[in-house]
């Protein structure tokens, strides 16, 4: 349950506002995945590669860097416009148990999340920041907020791929101190092909809890 907990987290990383650079991943998306990759794409499985960085020796915060691969059977305009409406989480995470939008407009929203399992809970706030031009789109902790993570911030990049598929890059850092193990461990390839497997669901099937 612990562990399925914080799945939601992840897809909600899923900002302080920021401009962050779109990440160049090639003309096609496919930069940086091998032949071998590919082929597992196309199978229909997820990429996912993970790394750790001890941030403050003193605090023992981490930065856990997390990069992701997937191709979803919907073209990546419908892609983007399914992702935009991040207050829909909700329906196919069963961990979020409120979700507030406190607000949406065209290129940004402010979502209020609030996680619970068991005795433990997590409210924080996250700033998206919607590119739909450049099939974009990233995200980080509302720093006005008190959030009960320490720090997050990523982003999804959209490619358009043969049969009127999408190619889908994604990427967060996670910044976590003071936390129990099982919670750190969360942020590895297990928890973050959990939660992609949700959101390829939903996207390529219409996928919910009800």
Do not use: C
């Not at 997820?46 to 990069?67: F, P, Q």
């Not at 409406?85 to 961990?95: A, P, R, S, V, Y």
């Amino acid at each position: 349950m612990k562990f399925k907990f914080f799945t939601a987290i992840l897809l909600i990383l899923l900002t302080t506002n920021y401009a962050q650079a779109i990440p160049d991943f090639g003309n096609d998306g496919q930069k940086g995945l091998s032949e071998g990759q590919m082929k597992e794409l196309l199978e229909g499985k997820i990429i996912v590669s993970t790394s750790d960085t001890v941030i403050d020796e003193t605090t023992k915060a981490k930065s856990s860097l997390i990069t992701a691969a997937m191709i979803l059977n919907k073209p990546p305009e419908e892609t983007f416009d399914l992702l935009y409406h991040t207050e829909d989480q909700i329906k196919f995470l069963e961990e979020i148990k409120d979700l507030k939008i406190i607000r949406k407009g065209e290129t940004q929203d402010d979502i209020e999340f609030k996680l619970r399992a068991a005795i433990f809970t997590l409210v924080y706030r996250v700033i998206h920041n919607f590119d739909r031009k450049n099939l974009y789109m990233y995200w980080s902790l509302d720093k006005d907020f008190k959030n009960d993570l320490e720090d997050l911030r990523g982003f999804w990049k959209l490619y358009p791929y043969p049969g009127n598929r999408t190619l889908v890059r994604y990427g967060s850092n996670v910044s976590l101190k003071n936390v129990p193990t099982w919670v750190e461990n969360f942020f590895k390839k297990s928890g973050v092909r959990n939660a992609l497997t949700n959101v390829k669901k939903h996207i390529d099937t219409g996928w919910t809890l009800q």
